[in-house]
T-cell receptor
Framework: RKEVEQDPGPFNVPEGATVAFNCTYSNSASQSFFWYRQDCRKEPKLLMSVYSSGNEDGRFTAQLNRASQYISLLIRDSKLSDSATYLCVANDYKLSFGAGTTVTVRA | DTGVSQNPRHKITKRGQNVTFRCDPISEHNRLYWYRQTLGQGPEFLTYFQNEAQLEKSRLLSDRFSAERPKGSFSTLEIQRTEQGDSAMYLC???????????FGPGTRLLVL
């Protein structure tokens, strides 16, 4: 079983729509959590950290549920530039990545 | 540019040859990580350093792979006797401490013919 499981998608949404997806992690000892964004053939870039209380960064909202070992990301008012693969990450000194959720925003 | 840098960006080699990649982390970061990524998968952890000490190696890191960080600054990853299955993107990341976010370099894309 992989340490982090994600719905691979793809999620194909129109501009302006809201899209949400999640992941689950298996290591209850994981200390911190992140969402990374990866564009085709590029390196992962940090999108945001994820806190138990939930946190927002502009149009992006992340939630963590430690009891269910579940992390979510919601993107509001999608832009064409949001098209990417979103990687869910659990950190127990090394990062454990999900395989990514592909989001395509169409005009 | 104060981000993580990696060289070379691309490497094509023949099976059986040795290759070496270099990573320069963000200067104040004491932790340095190596990952490997293949198409359609997330990055997979290979090894990491705290300063010059190599603290863990994944079972993915066969004895053909060796990594060093001799002065606690840049790191090298060497693959000996390359195989076609070694073809992948090799990513380096650095962080300030164990819980800090990791910042990635642009990667070295290896193709073994």
């Amino acid at each position: 079983r992989k340490e982090v499981e994600q719905d691979p998608g793809p999620f194909n949404v129109p501009e302006g729509a809201t899209v949400a997806f999640n992941c689950t992690y298996s290591n209850s000892a994981s200390q911190s959590f992140f969402w990374y964004r990866q564009d085709c053939r590029k390196e992962p870039k940090l999108l945001m950290s994820v806190y138990s209380s939930g946190n927002e960064d502009g149009r992006f909202t992340a939630q963590l549920n430690r009891a269910s070992q579940y992390i979510s990301l919601l993107i509001r008012d999608s832009k064409l530039s949001d098209s990417a693969t979103y990687l869910c990450v659990a950190n127990d000194y090394k990062l454990s990545f999900g395989a990514g959720t592909t989001v395509t925003v169409r005009a | 540019d104060t981000g993580v840098s990696q060289n070379p960006r691309h490497k094509i080699t023949k099976r059986g040859q040795n290759v070496t990649f270099r990573c320069d982390p963000i200067s104040e970061h004491n932790r340095l990580y190596w990952y490997r990524q293949t198409l359609g998968q997330g990055p997979e952890f290979l090894t990491y350093f705290q300063n010059e000490a190599q603290l863990e190696k994944s079972r993915l890191l066969s004895d053909r792979f060796s990594a060093e960080r001799p002065k606690g600054s840049f790191s090298t990853l060497e693959i000996q006797r390359t195989e076609q299955g070694d073809s992948a993107m090799y990513l380096c990341a650095s962080s300030l401490g164990p819980e800090g976010a990791q910042y990635f370099g642009p990667g070295t894309r290896l193709l073994v013919l």
